[in-house]
């Protein structure tokens, strides 16, 4: 079994390849439509790296160990090598059912990997729809292509709540990119969550 040590170390590389290699990963270079985010939310996917890169320098400080391998297991695919670009993906591909893995990077405490939950990504009339269906939180919101990944446009609701359309509350409006690492596996970040975190990762593996 590796030491504490060796993991955080392990760790603290993929912080330092945050500031590296700040173009490999798919969604550090989108460019979502002008008209798609509030202003707010706008100036959010804007610091994506820099939330990620804030959010993992506390978070290496947690000294749970199951959390820290879910983390650096996301983190391997953000980070290709340097050379590998991520390909286009037609959105309709994306269609299906998946167990969605939420990751909190720098609260309290600074790092909380999550039991999977089902999330969904389905056609709407606004476009493609993802959309987290258990758990106590949940989001709901369209994705738009945007480079080699889809930018994010959502908002939190609680389970016994209807939800509120983009837009309508600034506390529960969500800014992210989702990137995809496989058919099977996708990567969305939401930088600067309005709580509990300075970032969140959610990984989807399809069911």
């Known amino acids: 079994m590796k030491s504490k040590r060796t993991i955080l170390k392990a760790v603290a590389t993929l912080v330092a390849a945050a500031f590296s290699f700040p173009a490999v990963a798919a969604c550090n270079t989108a460019k979502p439509p002008a008209d798609l985010f509030t202003e707010k939310d706008a100036w959010r996917f804007s610091q994506l790296v820099e939330s990620r890169t804030r959010g993992l320098a506390l978070a290496v400080s947690s000294d749970r160990t199951a959390d820290r391998k879910k983390l650096s297991e996301a983190l391997v695919d953000l980070y290709p090598d340097k050379d590998e670009e991520r390909p286009k993906h037609a959105a309709d591909r994306l269609v299906g059912s998946y167990g969605c893995s939420i990751i909190k990077l720098g609260g309290l405490p600074p790092l909380v990997a999550y039991q999977a939950f089902r999330c969904e990504i389905h056609s709407g009339k606004?476009?493609?729809i993802i959309e987290k269906t258990t758990g106590s939180q949940q989001f709901y919101g369209r994705l738009i292509a945007s480079g080699n990944g889809f930018a994010y446009a959502g908002t939190l609701r609680y389970q016994d709540e209807t939800t509120t359309p983009y837009g309508n509350g600034p506390e529960r409006d969500q800014a992210?990119?989702?990137a995809v690492v496989s058919p099977?596996?996708?990567?969305?970040?939401?930088?600067y969550p309005h709580y509990e975190a300075i970032?969140?990762?959610v990984v989807l593996k399809r069911r």
Request: glycine share 12%.
């Open 126 to 128: 606004d476009g493609l």
């Open 176 to 178: 992210g990119c989702l």
């Open 184 to 191: 099977h596996k996708l990567v969305l970040e939401l930088p």
């Open 199 to 201: 970032h969140d990762i």
